[in-house]
C-alpha cells in the first residue's frame, strides 16, 4: 500500500473590475428567474419551489495543478469553496476550514489516497464518525453559522435531516451542541448497521434527537422532504422562531466540500508521479443519492482531467438503470444490502445532473420531477441521454461485493468496506469491458469498522453470523490498523434517543421535539 452560459446567466454573473473575484450566483432547478447568494443558498437548502440550488455556472480553478500539488488539504479546499462560496470573506472561509479540517481527522493528510493493486483508493473515512458524510459535514454547521449571521437571521435554525446510515451520525456530530441550531434525525429503523445505528442513538448534545420511522430510507427522505414544502408548517415554526434547514446533500454547502477531495485527489498523484501533468484519470463511486458522483462531476467542470465517471450502484440499481436506458423508474422492490448507505431509490441529487443535460430547461426538470412523484419514474430524451457521455455505470451483486473485499484482501492485505467493494467490484468489470487502462481512482467511503460483519465473514465464512462488536476486535486483528475512536465511543456509550414514529407521523414528531403545538 502507497499513501499517497445563456443571456440569462450573463445577466446575473457580476465581474467586477480590478481583478477581483466573481459574484457567483445559485438558482433553483425548476425556476432560473429567482438568484441567491452562496450564503442564502446554505441556509435555505431548498429552494421555495421544491427545487435544488444549483450555481448559475460551475466556475474555473484559477490556480494550476502544479500549484495545488504541494498543498495541504485545507489549503486545498480554500481554493476550490472560494470559488463556490464567493459571498464569504477570505477570513470566514479560512475560518471554516480550519475549524473543520483539524484533529477530528485521525491523520493530517485528512483524505490519504492509498495504492490498493493497480487502483487509488481516495479513503473518505478518517474524520470523527469514519464515513465521507464527515468530509462535508464537519464544515457544514460552520458554513451555516457565518451564512445565518451574514444574512442577519434570528430564528434558530432547525436542521431537518434523512439519513440511510452515515449522514445522520455525521450532522449529529458536526451540529451537536453549536448555538442557534437544533437537529433532528430521520433513519429506517432496521436499515443501518449496527455499528451505524449506536454511533447516532447514542450522540451527546442537548439540541440533537434521532428518531427511527418504520419504513425504509426513501420514506425518510421523501417525508423530510415534504416537510420543507410545507408552507404552514414553515409559518408555525417561525411564530416559534424556528426555521428549517438541512445537512442533507440537496444542500449546497453540502455538496460544494466534495468537490475538494476530488481536486486534492489529482494534486496528490500528480505529487507522488503517479500521472502526469495533464493526464486523463478515471473516478468510480458507489452511491445512492448520486451527490458524491455529482461533486466528482463537477470538479470535471472546474477543470481537473477527468475522463470517465463510474457509477457503482449495489442491488438497489435504479442509477445503473437509468444510465443503460435513459428511464429512471423507482418503481421496484427495495432491497436490504450489506451497503445500506446505497439502499436507495430517490436520488436526490441526480435532479441537477438532469436539469445540466436538458439545456438547464427549468420547464423540463419540473416536469420530469413532478411524473417521478406521481408516476415514480420519468424517461430522459435522447439529446439529454447523449448528454452522460461523461459516465458509465455497473452495479454488484452481494455474492460479488463479498468476493472483491476477499479476494483484494488475500492479493494485497487491504482490508474494504462494503460500499467501497461496491466501486471495487463495478471498476473491475468496466476495466475488462472497456479496456480503459486510465490510472483509477475509487471513492472509499467508510470504515470496514462500520461493516464488521459483513466485512470479516466476506474474508473468512467462519465469521458470519457472530457478534458485530467481537468481529471488531477480529478486524482489528486481520487489518493492523488501531481501532477508530468513533468506535471506542460508542462502545458503552449510554442510548439517550429511542424515539420511533410511523412515516405519517413525522410532521408530528418534529413539533413534539420543538414544542410546536
Known sequence: ????????????LKYEK?????????????????????????????ADDGGLFVPVAVPKLDVTMDELKSMSYQETAYEVMKKFLTDFTEEELKHCINSAYDSKFDTEVIAPLVKVGDTYHLELFHGATIAFKDMALSILPHLMITSARK???KNDIVILTATSGDTGKAALAGFADVPGTKIIVFYPKGGVSRVQELQMVTQKGENTSVVAIHGNFDHAQSGVKALFEDKE????LAAKGYQFSSANSINIGRLVPQVVYYVYAYAKLLENEEIQAGEEINVTVPTGNFGNILAAYYAKQMGVPIAKLICASNENKVLYDFFQTGTY????EFVLTTSPSMDILISSNLERLIYKISGEDARKDTDLMTELKTKGSYAITGEMK??????????????????TIHDIYEDTGYVMDTHTAVAATVYKAYKEDSKDD?????????SPYKFAGSVMSAIDPKYKGQDDFKLIEELQKVSG???PNAIKEIMNAEIRHNTECDVDQMEQTVKNILGVK
Not at 408548517?233 to 408555525?236: I, N
Open 386 to 403: 447523449a448528454n452522460l457521455a461523461d459516465f458509465a455505470a455497473g452495479y454488484a451483486t452481494e455474492e460479488q461485493v463479498a468476493k
Open 438 to 446: 486510465r490510472k483509477t481512482v475509487i471513492a472509499s467511503t467508510a
Open 18 to 46: 480590478e481583478g477581483k473575484a466573481m459574484n457567483l450566483l445559485y438558482k433553483s432547478t425548476r425556476n432560473a428567474d429567482k438568484t441567491v447568494t452562496a450564503s442564502e443558498a446554505i441556509l435555505k437548502g431548498l
Open 233 to 236: 408548517l414553515e409559518k408555525e
Open 481 to 483: 490498523t488501531e481501532l
Open 1 to 12: 500500500m502507497i499513501y499517497l452560459q445563456k443571456k440569462k446567466q450573463k445577466k446575473v
Open 151 to 153: 444574512n442577519q437571521v
Open 329 to 332: 423508474d423507482r418503481n421496484r
